[in-house]
């Protein structure tokens, strides 16, 4: 089973940009999928981007396109997203997830193990 763990959350203005790290251990990344999904307080939990075990074919939400940045370092155990030109829509605890699947897919049913989420607050 793998343990993941975010960190790189934090208060940033609108237009900034924030950094999330999602370092696992337990076992090696290469074999799961990635996704990265975001909950807002009363909100259902969303999935933003997820990337395959390879670190080809990113999908988005289409409220992060071109905003966002999903990707993965195998050798490092560790998969990131890098969020630009932030929002206070964006206000969110965010999430990384694995799945035993190689392939990603933006549902939460989709995955098996959960890191316990970083705080990202946009505003002025």
């Known amino acids: 089973q793998l343990q993941l763990v975010e960190s790189g959350g934090g208060l940033v203005q609108p237009g900034g940009s924030l950094r999330l790290s999602c370092v696992a251990s337990?076992?090696?990344?290469?074999?799961?999928?990635i996704g990265w999904f975001r909950q807002a307080p009363g909100k259902e939990r969303e999935g933003v981007s997820c990337i395959n075990n390879s670190g080809s074919s990113p999908n988005y939400a289409d409220s992060v396109k071109g905003r966002f940045t999903i990707s993965r370092d195998n050798a490092k155990n560790t998969g990131y997203l890098q969020m630009n030109s932030l929002q206070p829509e964006d206000t969110a605890i965010y999430y990384c997830a694995a799945s035993d699947q190689v392939e990603c897919a933006m549902w939460k049913e989709w995955y098996d193990d959960w890191g316990q989420g970083t705080q990202v607050t946009v505003s002025s």
């Open positions: 337990g076992a090696t990344l290469d074999a799961h999928a």
